[in-house]
């Protein structure tokens, strides 16, 4: 386990299926931008791989100069490490939603019940409730050593889901969380608060953003033309049909 450059000034810190990145089976893809002088964190894992998680970022650069941890949604592969963020002193960002699900360690609104019951998680895995440092929303800008990190509102897969939009190297990369994967996928599940018309919104409005780079929270980079995937999602989208689904394909 440790820290895999991904692209310039970007490492994999944590995954539940890179081998050479693996913290917990359970976790999402969790990323370090860094540029030598500050940087961010994206996403938290569920917290059972914490140690090495946070063991990876000191690999890389002296944690306490980082901005904080972006956690994209609720949901808890990437969002259950954010008590262990904060014991370790990182502060934790993210939307309004996300804060307050985190703060009452809620269940039902994060669907961690559901997901549970039908073997997502350990049975006895629960959520740690945590507090948010700062509420992020769409259009933020936070600033991190030479780096603008740009916060965009992306709900569909969940409400309060944000993605992440940075340039590094003359790149735009953008962290996507759940919201698109390599070859234009989704990823639509059977829950309270997965709302197609909200994502087809999000997608198109994202397919209209340059992104070179995508880095999504589970499976395969996308390492250039990213836009092109992008825009594939966002005509399926146009013509009212749902892009692929990343959980069945
Ligand atoms: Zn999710």
């Known amino acids: 386990m440790a820290a895999v450059a991904v692209?310039?000034?970007?490492?994999?810190?944590?995954?539940?299926?890179?081998?050479?990145?693996?913290?917990?089976?359970?976790?999402?893809?969790?990323?370090?931008?860094?540029?030598?002088?500050?940087?961010?964190l994206v996403d938290t894992g569920t917290g059972l791989g914490a140690?090495?998680?946070?063991a990876a970022v000191a690999e890389v650069c002296d944690p306490a100069a980082l901005t904080g941890v972006v956690v994209t949604h609720y949901?808890?592969?990437?969002?259950?490490?954010?008590?262990?963020?904060?014991a370790a002193g990182l502060p934790v960002l993210s939307s309004g939603e996300t804060a307050a699900a985190l703060a009452s360690a809620d269940e039902s609104r994060t669907s961690l019940a559901r997901a549970r019951a039908v073997g997502v998680y350990p049975p006895d895995y629960r959520l740690t409730p945590s507090t948010v440092h700062r509420i992020l929303a769409g259009g933020d800008v936070l600033r991190a050593g030479g780096l603008e990190v740009e916060i965009v509102d992306a709900p569909g897969h969940c409400d309060g889901h944000l993605v992440v939009l940075v340039r590094v190297a003359g790149r735009t990369v953008l962290f996507s969380g759940d919201c698109l994967f390599a070859g234009g996928r989704v990823s639509m599940q059977a829950i309270h608060d997965c709302r197609l018309d909200r994502y087809a919104e999000t997608v198109v409005a994202l397919a209209g953003r340059?992104?070179?780079?995508?880095?999504?929270?589970?499976g395969e980079p996308v390492l250039r033309?990213?836009?092109?995937?992008?825009?594939?999602?966002?005509?399926?989208f146009r013509r009212l049909v749902p892009p692929p689904n990343f959980l069945t394909s």
């Open 7 to 40: 692209v310039d000034s970007v490492w994999l810190v944590g995954s539940g299926s890179h081998p050479d990145a693996l913290t917990d089976p359970h976790d999402c893809h969790c990323y370090l931008v860094w540029d030598g002088t500050g940087g961010v």
């Open 210 to 218: 340059e992104v070179d780079v995508l880095l999504p929270g589970h």
């Open 51 to 54: 140690g090495a998680w946070l």
């Open 225 to 236: 033309d990213a836009g092109l995937e992008i825009g594939r999602a966002a005509e399926s």
């Open 75 to 86: 949901h808890a592969d990437h969002a259950g490490g954010a008590a262990a963020a904060q």
